[in-house]
């Protein structure tokens, strides 16, 4: 079972993770809006938040790929309301 933050905000979190994370690919905001039916502008907000915290690696301007830790929260084996932000 999943264990969100309170900084999460659901579904949208989840569903931009399972994006990444089943493509295996480094994705845009705007392929990973188009696939989970968001905008791209609501994409690239979380997206922020989510490298942060350390669930997604901003691989370089404009494109991301799942990080370990969003694999293991995916899987259930991580509870990222002990997560720390990397601006905290």
């Known amino acids: ?8 905000q659901l579904p ?9 994370e089943s493509s295996g690919m480094v994705l845009s905001p ?11 502008h609501e994409v690239n907000r979380r997206l922020s938040v989510l490298v942060r915290y350390g ?13 370990d830790p969003g694999r293991e929260y995916l899987e259930g ?3 990222t309301s002990e997560l720390d932000s990397d601006e905290e």
């Open 77 to 79: 084996e991580l509870d």
């Open 55 to 67: 669930l997604v690696i901003r691989v370089k301007r404009g494109y991301y790929e799942i990080a």
């Open 30 to 40: 705007a392929v990973i809006a188009e696939n989970i039916d968001k905008s791209r």
């Open 12 to 20: 949208i979190d989840d569903r931009i993770l399972e994006a990444l």
């Open 1 to 8: 079972m999943r264990s969100p933050g309170e900084w999460m």
